[in-house]
């Protein structure tokens, strides 16, 4: 029986691949540059090149690995077609299809990215042992990953888990990357966080340590700040959390998951951040005490090969 699996999170810059026991010890990873050129024509080559060479190097034939799987950065349909990947080039391509015959027929499962991430960490990360998590990435942008009884939620048109895109805030009147008004993304983000403090900065004459930074202000320097009691950081961070738990409220009466995964660069501010987040969210779900709990993120950048990996066994 295949001992081993291999999991691939293709970004926009690299590609990052994992050796994995099928009981989900990492083995090994490494990395290729994302070949971008001529509609990426050259990505998925250069992952089965960088799989041939590292299963040679370690004396493990094609054949003792059960498969591959792939995170990829856009929507993904149950059949593996990928309609359009506006960061790779790729338009109406099935990834999963090409990198099987460019491995000799080696199975090979594909999912969007996010969802990806979040399997991984209901697998060997933040969620491990529950069968039923949201992970939402506050990074750059909001990513977000639905696993119900260990399997992603991904829709009937690749839509399942963008909560980023969820219309959350009234008042907003600047567009989203998507073209919506008032995204969750818009707010609770790395960028959104930086926003809301250049908007409150601007707003009012109140010192604050956030001011030395001026418009160059990080979501960093907001969190840093806050940490520290500085008021008008709180207040940036307490507008943030108030949209972000209002969203897990929603999503709790919609999907009731087991636990929140919470992950990205953001949640580096640990439970500073989960307890305010959580204050929120039982503020708005009074319904019930017994519903989905709050948990960081283990895996951290390997949460994309830990759930590609676990695609690949059902």
Known sequence: ??????????????????????????????EVTTRKEENGKYIL?????SIREKLNEKGILLSDVAGVGMGIPGPVMPDGNVEVCVNLGWRNVNPAKTLSELLDGVSVASGNDANVAALGEMWQGGGKGYSD???????????????????IVAGKHGLGGEVGHIHIRE???????????GCLEQIASATGI??????????CDTPSLMRKFGDAVTAKDVLDAAKEGDAL???????????LG????????????????????VSRAGKFLTD?????????????????????????NDAGIYGAARLVLG
């Open 1 to 30: 029986m295949s001992s081993k699996c291999i999991g691939v999170d293709i970004g926009g810059t690299t590609v990052k691949s994992g050796l994995f026991e099928t009981d989900g010890q990492l083995l090994d990873k490494w």
């Open 45 to 49: 080559v250069d992952v089965a090149a």
């Open 133 to 151: 998590i949201v992970a939402i990435t506050l990074g750059t942008g909001v990513g977000g990953g639905i696993v119900l009884n260990q399997k």
């Open 171 to 181: 008042d907003e009147t600047d567009h989203c990357n998507c073209g919506g008004v």
């Open 194 to 203: 930086a926003k809301e403090a250049r908007r409150k900065m601007a707003a």
């Open 233 to 243: 950081a709180l207040e940036v961070m307490e507008v943030v959390c108030k949209y």
């Open 246 to 265: 209002m969203a897990l409220g929603q999503i709790a009466f919609t999907v009731d998951p087991e636990v929140f995964v919470i992950g990205g660069g």
């Open 276 to 300: 305010m987040i959580e204050k929120y969210y039982q503020f708005y779900t009074p319904l019930s005490m017994n519903k989905a709990g709050i948990a960081l993120a283990k895996l951290g």
